[in-house]
């Protein structure tokens, strides 16, 4: 079993390019099945999941490369597809996979995928997916444990979203693009991977308005030609590295990832004392003695859950008190123990964690849980004192590109054991 093993109390230092964003690239993977022909992406992470939802394509009969080229570049045809059928055991691993769903009906007039189930985090229902594609005429189905959607061809529709999602909202998204006729969608999520994919879509000839606003307008089309696309650099990443240089009173510089797309972070981390400098594709933060901040996650444009754990890493060794209120996930709270270990003083009451802050922590062995609790596990390893051995590390590998070597590059202590 792999783990990281870190000798705490380095200052993070220099310049590192942020990987391409995992969820763009989990989102445009589906979109490529859209097209008639083969789409490219560039800037692709190369991570567990992504290499998950290749395997989801392939097994639709996809055909699914990385070029012999470069090695984050990602050739996807979908015109192999004649099994428009995601299994379970594929789509169990990785629930992003669900979003193949609305390609796939809307371009093969049926699919079925596996419901993905809870995960560590929560419950994480299907439910606002599926009632999104019936308001565009799709017959979804249940049974066994697979959702069925079928059409002859979708037709265009109005559709609020009851509670805001990411997935559901690229989803609908997706097969509204040759729906016929006009779809209305409201209460939709602003996130940037949303935009990503649009963008995407629109190069292909899709007819799509209001992305990264909660109503966006699609007119559908006959046909989308496949495109080339640079995913962008991704925000969860540079949002984790710039909690890294916070913990440990660094000086560092990330590039490849638009600053705009993680504006919350920012905030917060200068609330808690930390300069950050902008640029149109870079940040610089120069770290300073830490005070406490409260937060309070929220969809897009708001603090992001995905940066939840690691901020309340950075905060266990803040000056003063501060409350991380979790307010999208149902049980995202699986670091607190871990960071506990490390000498953190953490207390949960419902969904809110009130963390004071403590001079110093302690290296021990901890266990990763969650991808982004694996992260602020390493976070906290880099100020604590000693040793830290992180077990379980193929929950970082599922989001993260080499973040070992990353963080070794800027002076970090690090290394992976198999
Ligand atoms: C996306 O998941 C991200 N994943 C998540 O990142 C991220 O945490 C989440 O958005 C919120 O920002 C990808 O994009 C691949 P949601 P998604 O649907 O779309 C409930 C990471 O660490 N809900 O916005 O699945 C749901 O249970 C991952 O990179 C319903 O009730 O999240 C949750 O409480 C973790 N019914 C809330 O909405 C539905 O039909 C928000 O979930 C859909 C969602």
Known sequence: MERIVVQGGRRLAGSVRVSGSKNATLALMAGALL???????????????????????????ARVAWSPDDPHTLAIDPRGVHNPE?????????????????????????ARVSEPGGCAIGVRPVD?????????????RLEHGIVEASAARLTGGRF??????VNGTQNVMMAACLAAGETVL?????????????????????????????RIVVRGVERL????????????????????????GGELELTGVDPSHLEATVEKLRAAGCEIDLAYDRLRLRGAELRGVDAVTAPFPGFPTDMQAQLMAVVTKAVGSSVITETVFENRFMHVPELIRLGADIRLAGRAAHVR??????????????????ASLLIAALAAEGETVVNRVYH???????????LASLGAAIRREV
Do not use: W
Request: charged share 25%; glycine share 10%.
């Open 35 to 61: 097209a008639d022909g083969e789409s490219r992406l560039r800037n692709v992470p190369r991570l567990r999941d992504v290499d998950a939802m290749a395997q989801i394509l392939d097994a639709l009969g």
């Open 86 to 110: 995601a299994p379970y055991d594929l789509v169990r691993k990785m629930r992003a996979s669900f979003m193949v769903l609305g390609p796939l009906v809307a371009r093969f007039g049926v």
């Open 128 to 140: 606002q997916h599926l009632k999104g594609l019936a308001a565009l005429g799709a017959k979804v």
């Open 160 to 165: 609020s979203f009851d509670l805001v999602t």
């Open 186 to 214: 409201e209460n939709c999520a602003r996130e940037p991977e949303v935009v990503e994919l649009a963008q995407f879509l629109s190069r292909m000839g899709a007819e799509i308005s209001g992305a990264g606003s909660d």
């Open 225 to 248: 030609r496949p495109v080339a696309l640079d995913v962008c650099g991704d925000r969860i990443e540079a949002g984790t590295l710039l909690a890294a240089g916070a913990i440990t």
């Open 357 to 374: 802050g403590v001079a110093r922590l302690s290296g021990a062995p901890v266990m990763a849980t969650d991808l982004r609790a694996s």
């Open 396 to 406: 970082i590998d599922r989001g993260y590109e080499r973040i070992e070597a990353k």
